[in-house]
């Protein structure tokens, strides 16, 4: 599956943004999806992932109540809503994916992920 990531851009503190990730070439509905995020020196950080059934979600604590995933798999996207953004939100994003057969596994590591988009920079500043 290949992974295209978008939506990034420049927001103030306090803004929102939608991020979204286009999947093609296989069916959306068979992945595990992902947001990590990953600043310059740093390692990359999970974020957020949503179930196959669209239901089961985990957030890393910092961005639960600001962030959400969801995932439409008849546009084969997944989407991650940022509200309440502040300047320690600013990093590359990315989108994973990988296959799993159970419909209701998240997954918090890089190393869980075997597909990943090319990332998208959202930089939060005055």
């Known amino acids: 599956v290949q992974l295209q990531a978008s939506g990034g851009g420049l927001v103030q503190p306090g803004g929102s943004l939608r991020l979204s990730c286009a999947a093609s070439?296989?069916?959306?509905?068979?992945?595990?999806m992902g947001w990590f995020r990953q600043v310059p020196g740093k390692e990359r950080d999970f974020v957020a992932s949503i179930g196959r059934n669209g239901i089961n979600k985990d957030y890393v604590d910092p961005v639960k109540g600001r962030f959400t995933i969801s995932r439409d798999n008849a546009k084969n996207t997944v989407y991650l809503q940022m509200n309440a953004l502040n300047p320690e939100d600013t990093a590359v994003y990315y989108c994973?994916?990988?296959?799993?057969?159970?419909?209701?596994?998240?997954?918090?590591?890089?190393?869980?992920?075997?597909?990943w988009g090319q990332g998208t920079l959202v930089t939060v500043s005055s």
């Open positions: 070439g296989r069916a959306l509905r068979d992945y595990v």
């Open positions: 994973a994916a990988a296959w799993r057969t159970h419909s209701n596994v998240v997954l918090t590591t890089v190393g869980g992920h075997n597909y």
